[in-house]
């Protein structure tokens, strides 16, 4: 391999792992909920609550990311934010109140969204030229997930090491997951570039300006790129109730249905999120929307199943068979969401600011399916919390459906008929 397309993936492993292991102290829910409750004393509806302070406060600075990720330097943005975010983590771990606990969520939207989360995506895409977009992305999800399931993985063997009522368990895995934000930090300011946003159109070289948010409103196509992204985040944030669902649904022991979650959340994160760019790269199915579209296909019968078994709950294997399966398309998914915003021709000068902008509307769902979820919870039988959170599901996937619809018609209408020469593209590596 050479040297420079060694660097160049190098940097692609270090900006990805940054930029998925940076959520998991904010979404430390996902895995460990239950240790949450017990040893910080939350309600269900306290931790949901938490969750939906991050949520909000990252909707109002998705946007100001992307403008971010257009105007400063990678390099720093992404070391300062990686630290910083670590520091947080070692007050943290200290087990402070809930409100404490807010003012860090509110702190860690600052950090790994406004900071880190345009700049990152930003800093992959121009690691590759217009045609490697679901190849970058696709690998850009699948070694999140690489990061996010090797430190899962360990951090919950060294929180299986202690007794279960010891409250240094769930410490220990939060001191794990800072130290390793600030190795991750160092290594962004040495292999990240500064990413500087002058770039080469067809018209000219051209700059990002603030009336450029205007023209990105006004582009169909960021729109029905950010419904996708809506309807595909919705999954991802329901399946983070896996372990609570395998335990009360099913009787699975908290510790099975740990690592259970992990599997499902973590490893098939890293196995399914490359698996979309593959598909796009090395077969006749080249659009990674299209390939949205027939995963949300899979979601919906997936999903019609999960619905019908809910009511009567037999086999633990048939629910993480379809818990796995509805994993697999949501993750897949994730790993060609931002490609349908290459594919659609954004300009590279404005990439940042459209991924902000999708941000904003895409991931909504953290701002209200953690609290509602958690209410039904709290409020409801089990079997019925269970079955409103697949109805939503199902609506989510839905959308899905018609907004990939709409967007393959758009991409179809602007095409380059056929016998005309492409536009030259720019490799930026």
């Known amino acids: 391999m050479e040297p420079s397309n060694f660097r160049r993936w190098l940097t692609l492993a270090i900006i990805s792992i940054s930029g998925g292991v940076s959520f998991d102290l904010a979404y430390l829910r996902y ?153 991750l930090g160092v290594l962004c300011w040495f292999f990240v570039q500064d990413g500087f946003t002058v770039r080469s159109d067809e018209s000219g070289t051209q700059k990002f300006s603030l009336k450029d948010i205007t023209s990105v409103l006004k582009i169909s196509t960021t729109w029905y790129c950010s419904l996708i992204i809506f309807g595909v985040y919705t999954i991802y944030a329901i399946l983070s109730y896996s372990t609570n669902y395998l335990t009360e649904m099913y009787g699975m022991t908290l510790v099975a249905a740990s690592y259970m979650g992990i599997v499902i959340n973590k490893i098939f994160r890293a196995l399914c999120g490359p698996l979309g760019g593959i598909i796009t790269t090395y077969t006749r199915l080249k659009s990674p929307t299209r390939a949205v579209q027939l995963l949300s296909l899979v979601s919906i019968i997936t999903l019609v199943v999960l619905l019908i078994t809910n009511a009567h709950p037999s086999s633990v294997f048939i629910g993480i068979g379809l818990i796995l399966l509805l994993a697999f398309a949501c993750y897949a998914s994730r790993g060609l969401y931002f490609a349908c915003i290459g594919e659609a021709r954004t300009p590279k000068y404005i990439m940042g600011t459209t991924v902000g902008i999708c941000s904003v509307i895409g991931f909504l769902p953290d701002v209200f399916v953690y609290p509602l979820v958690g209410h039904w919870q709290d409020t409801l039988p089990a079997a019925v919390a269970y079955r409103n959170m697949w109805l939503l599901g199902l609506a989510a996937t839905a959308m899905v459906l018609i907004f990939t619809a709409l967007l393959i018609r758009n991409i179809r209408s602007h095409a380059v008929p056929a016998g005309t020469a492409k536009q030259p593209t720019q490799e930026f590596i």
């Open 31 to 183: 895995i460990y909920q239950i240790p949450m409750a017990k040893f910080m004393g939350f309600s269900n509806t306290e931790i949901g609550l938490i969750m939906s302070t991050f949520g909000i406060t990252a909707i109002i600075l998705y946007a100001p990311s992307g403008i971010i990720a257009d105007k400063f330097s990678h390099k720093k943005m992404m070391s300062f934010a990686m630290i910083v975010t670590g520091l947080l983590g070692l007050l943290m771990a200290v087990y402070p109140p809930f409100w404490v606990m807010i003012v860090i969520q509110v702190a860690f939207a600052i950090t790994t969204i406004l900071m880190l989360w345009s700049v990152s995506i930003k800093a992959a895409s121009l690691l590759g030229n217009h045609e490697e977009q679901g190849k970058i992305m696709g690998w850009m999800e699948g070694l999140r997930g690489v990061g996010v399931m090797a430190l899962a993985v360990f951090t919950m063997w060294v929180f299986s090491l202690f007794a279960p009522e010891n409250p240094a368990s769930l410490k220990a895995v939060i001191l794990i997951y800072s130290g390793v934000y600030i190795l």
